[in-house]
């Protein structure tokens, strides 16, 4: 049974290192003066351990950026944003 948990959890964890995408290509200025970027990132971790006493862990994190508007200026632009970054840990023992 530790074994078959051993192989699952390094699966899993293989798993989410690995990422699919094309080769990068490189913008023109034109087109780097049409960029607007913003994005969302959640991240969650969970450790235990059992024995005699057990405990756990539970970390979350979460980050947000949304972009309002866009005011053209002398040297490019400017962006509004609205930004909003939360975490939480828990943890349990018995």
């Known amino acids: 049974m530790k074994i078959m948990k051993t192989i699952v959890a390094s699966a899993l ?9 094309a080769e990068p290509v490189a913008l023109t200025e034109t087109q780097m003066d049409n ?12 450790g235990s351990a059992f ?3 057990s405990a756990g862990t539970l970390n979350a994190a979460t980050t947000s950026v949304t972009i309002l508007g866009i ?9 509004q944003d609205w930004t909003v970054s939360s975490s939480s840990s828990e943890g349990f023992a018995f």
């Open 35 to 46: 960029v607007t970027a913003g994005g969302n990132a959640v991240a969650t971790a969970f």
């Open 51 to 53: 024995g005699l006493f």
């Open 71 to 79: 005011l053209p200026a002398q040297g490019g632009q400017i962006t």
């Open 13 to 21: 964890v293989i798993g989410m290192g690995s990422a699919f995408a």
